[in-house]
């Protein structure tokens, strides 16, 4: 029997004077294609928060801000609009199931990133072979159990009569008063 893990890596990509670096933004693993989405949504929107601010958050006072039109692509934007669109997240949950990979990318002028989902079959555990157990012991009484024992009941020799002390008294002062 397999069971199937899920992946999730999240990488970066831009260019840092002279060369083009790639950057591993985070990496995790999971049992269940919703908790590996619910990471890239998470991870889509720290990004997203990271390279851009939400313009509908309050972090700035009004009129700091200018919009740019000019800009092609706009990966905080696309990243936002990935994680608010229920029917993309739907059907890459159901590629998830079927056990296909997953990956969404955006890309601006900053760099390239790629949020990746990669499910695996893996053998399933083998429940541990049974271990004897010992057999159990029988519950022991405390040593000082016998001391609040009431004592047992006496034997006298032959042609004595047996006498055992009573609640209110001792044996003579019983035989005295005739209460034998």
Same mark, same amino acid.
């Given at each position: 029997?397999?069971?199937?893990?899920? @992946?999730?890596?999240?990488?970066?990509?831009?260019?840092?004077?002279?060369?083009?670096?790639?950057?591993?933004?985070?990496? #995790?693993?999971?049992?269940?294609?919703?908790?590996?989405?619910?990471?890239?949504?998470? =991870? /889509?929107? #720290?990004?997203?928060?990271?390279?851009?601010?939400?313009?509908?958050?309050?972090?700035?006072?009004?009129?700091?801000?200018? *919009?740019?039109?000019?800009?092609? @692509?706009?990966?905080?934007? %696309?990243?936002? /609009?990935?994680?608010?669109?229920? %029917?993309? =997240? %739907?059907?890459?949950?159901? =590629?998830?199931? %079927?056990?296909?990979?997953?990956?969404?990318? /955006?890309?601006?002028?900053?760099?390239?990133?790629?949020?990746?989902?990669?499910?695996? *079959?893996?053998?399933?555990?083998?429940?541990?072979?049974?271990?004897?157990?010992?057999?159990?012991?029988? @519950?022991?009484?405390?040593?000082?159990?016998?001391?609040?024992?009431?004592?047992?009941? *006496?034997?006298?020799?032959?042609? @004595?009569?047996?006498?055992?002390?009573?609640?209110?008294?001792?044996?003579?002062?019983? =035989?005295?008063?005739?209460?034998?």
């Amino acid at each position: 029997m397999t069971t199937r893990l899920y @992946h999730v890596t999240v990488t970066g990509e831009g260019p840092i004077p002279g060369t083009w670096v790639r950057v591993l933004l985070a990496a #995790r693993q999971t049992g269940s294609p919703d908790r590996a989405l619910s990471i890239l949504r998470c =991870q /889509a929107r #720290r990004i997203a928060d990271g390279l851009d601010p939400d313009p509908r958050s309050a972090w700035a006072a009004p009129g700091v801000l200018a *919009r740019q039109e000019t800009a092609v @692509h706009d990966a905080p934007a %696309e990243l936002r /609009a990935w994680c608010d669109d229920f %029917e993309a =997240q %739907e059907a890459a949950r159901n =590629q998830l199931i %079927e056990g296909a990979e997953f990956t969404f990318g /955006a890309m601006d002028h900053s760099g390239r990133y790629t949020l990746k989902v990669l499910p695996v *079959r893996v053998p399933s555990l083998a429940p541990p072979p049974a271990v004897p157990r010992a057999p159990r012991r029988r @519950h022991r009484k405390p040593r000082w159990f016998d001391r609040f024992r009431r004592p047992a009941a *006496r034997t006298s020799a032959p042609g @004595h009569p047996v006498s055992t002390p009573s609640r209110n008294g001792s044996i003579a002062a019983r =035989q005295a008063s005739g209460w034998s």
